[in-house]
């Protein structure tokens, strides 16, 4: 390329020389020919650059050429490179962050192959389903999952199912999630074993010896990846189970934002389960869900008109024994259903789908408002730099490469921004999952930052550039060589073309960050609801130990006795205050429900929740009793039924008083017949499945009227902190027989637990609003100190003339004044449509408070007017004498 | 003034007919950038001035597309210049070139030579 320049250079200069020895020869003096022709040929390098430009491949010349001089500049205006890349980075990379949590749970494939030829068979709704739902995702009874694969031709089919497991022997539990799979699981997800073999159809038969497949992920943790581990035992349910290989590393199962310890072939279900028959012959429990592929020759189409087919034959023939008369035709007339299953399933994604898009969007605003700010800050650099592009216009560079070389400037920003804010979102995104986090819940999102998330990033950038770049660049060439050069160098030639452009950036800048802190203030005001709900309970001292002695193999009439036991003994631990045994801990996410009536009314028909609790659970809940007595003794298998109900069930009764001594039926179940009970005690209304529902009829029955299990749970107030509480039960518990194992759930920190969605939109949506708010403050400082330095003349003038100070702060301040009414009234447009977007997050506050409206106008003007007064100050100290002379 | 005279009546080359002109010019042979200048402004009588600024990014433009190729020769002087020659390709795009051109000139011909019409 420079041989070629050089070339060039001597071509045209070789030009000039013969035209001068032209001219010379026609008897021109030498020094007249020299200029004439320099005149003739013109602007010698303005020829070069139009020539160059013929020879392509020049734009990368260019491009490098900007690029120095782009540094160079920022080299010596360090402050506005600094602010200008970490606005960028922090706008990019927050949504960036949120798009690479979205893409984890929402957008990315299971990593399986052919994830889109996956297909889920469920049922169309679960109106009509009884008994015992094992599973939060729509799921079938194990006698269907049976009668499908009979009869349905359709599709490779598998099911599968959570499972969970206690790893230790004795003491404290340490919990492994695990999978009951199929025999075709592996095989129709086409996975390969990293070591050993993965299940197969022979693994699951009934009555099978059980054998497991660890996840590549346990294997690692528990067994640092020892190949020997194949071929070796895992207990599982006091079982010696064989390990016969490991799944793929990556593999998490269907269920994304889970993962899994453990695989078990369905059978084992049964066999591990204590009494040898499991959960695997009901027809009532609902906890297994299908997936498979499509067999050669099918469609979805023909498949779901396949499935609806052979439906009413498959819930006819296992239609179980003894189930609720009034439930059998809803069980008849269920339908099963295939969806797209590429995705797998997700409790993360239906939970949290619309608080993320909703922070996208935010986020997205909080760019929008950095670009403003940016585009801004480069306007006002543009009428700074109107000498020096007016000069190189003049030298006769032309408009389109300066343009181009301007935006090489917003380019180079923005590329080390958007690699800023890459490396920014990694943490970001990181920090939003361990925000997601529960104690209970562990949530294995794998953030792989894919072609999805680079590619959101990099559009971002372009249009982020184009937003704040391409702007100020027009405007920046619109100069006149002249006018700028015969201007003085205040730069008073700015128009008000581009004041005007500048004022709008800052009006939305108002408007939009009205917006955010009105739905900042809607989910902090949300959040601060949520946390002032009573839950009717002292939750403070209380937690729940789950005793688990299935080890002991104890025979069912010696149940009971131990249950007390386990009790009593827990009862004498010093700081234990009580401790009762319950059957649904409250908030916790468990729930039961069952139709009742009074005895002699079966009209008066109504559904309740339900619970099982044992003597004095009240007491040591906190919770009042407003009428009758607790649970005592007296309640033993043998006396009458008794409950207790909660005011709002008792209001149904006529109220607290009347409702003691009455008798209450409740509806047969699948697994018990109609039964009658009498109302002992009325409680006051607290929480049962969430902190947000409203008061429901809730029925306590006497957990010692009730067949006891192997399991027991208790509910405990200590008055000493949980850790120490915990390890003298675990102590006590292990004294009284090694073969127990214990869990614990600390109440406070659980239902804290159940508020992540709120404290996550108050903490992001707060931050962003910040953020919002603190651009905004610099874009209107810049704005109003720029127009009173183009202002300061007449200033300078109305302050000869006999203008006070206080005159000239209004001056200033009533610009500030236009803006913030002009944005305020924009942005209480976009608030409310914004608010009613966002209802459905919201909790005791509506969408479109005019209080809570009334406060973010208010905080951004107080912000506005901060902002403004710096400048407006600077202007009532403007010597008029000084501002006149520099005319 | 015989020099403004000239200035008055030269005519400014129509845009895209300058590749025309000097492809036309190198079919006589060989020659420098300044000639070929010269040379059309000769035969156009002084009617046609060429711009620099437009001659040599035409002359590089065509050189790229293969039309014409350039030489370092020595002078008589033993000065270097750059000589632009046609080449085959070159005479075929002149050949194609002229037809269009003819085809245009007949055209606008036909139209300018209509009787003017009276526009009330």
Redesign the interface.
Known sequence: MKDRDAELREELKRHLDMAVEDRVARGELPAEAAAAARREIGNLSQVQEATRDVWGGRWLAHLAQDLRYAARIFRRNPAFAVVAILSLALGIGANTALFEVVDAVRLRPLPVSDPDGLFEVRLATLEGARGNFQSWHPAVTQPVWRELQERQQAFDLFAWSRAGFNLSESGEARRADGLWVSGDFFNILALRAAQGRLLSPEDDRPGCAPRAVLSHAFWQRAYGGDPSVVGRTITLRTRPIEIVGIAPAGFHGLEVGRTFDVVLPLCAEAVLSADGKGRAQAGTTWWLMMFGRLKPGWTLERATAHLAAISPEIFRSTLPAGYPAVSVQGYLAMTLIAAPGGQGVSQLRESYSSPLWLLLGIAGLVLVIACANLANLLLARATAREREISVRLGLGASRGRIIRQLLTESLLLVTIGTVCAVVLAGVMARWLVAALQTTDTNITLPLIVDWRVLGFAGLLAVATCLLFGLAPAIRGTRVTASSVLRATSRGMSAGRESVALRRALVVVQIALSVALLFGSLLFVRTLRNVLGVDPGFRSEGLLVANVDSTRLGLAPDLRAAHEALVTERVQAIPGVEGAATVEVVPISGDAGGNDVWPERNRSARFNTFVNFVGAGYFKVLGARLVAGREFDPRDRIDSVRVVIVNETFAEKLGGAAAAIGQRITRESTPGTPEGTYEVVGVVENSAYLALKDEPYPTMYYSGSQTDAGLATRLMIRSSLPPTATTASITASLTNLDPRMTVSYTIVPTMIHDTLVQERLLAALSAAFGLLAAVLTMVGLYGLIAYSVTRRSTEIGVRMALGASRANILRLVLRETGVLLAVGVAVGAAVAMAGGQTASSLLFRVRPYDPLTLIASIVILSAIALAASYVPARRATCIEPVVALRAE | MANRQRYRNRIEILQGTLDLLVLQTLQWGPQ????IA?AIQASSSDVLQV????L??AL??LE?QGWIAAT?KLSAKK????VYRLTAAGRRQLASERSKWQRLVDAMTGILARPQESES
């Open positions: 420098h950038g300044y000639g010269q711009d620099t600024g437009s040599y990014p590089h433009r790229k370092w000065q270097r210049t750059r």
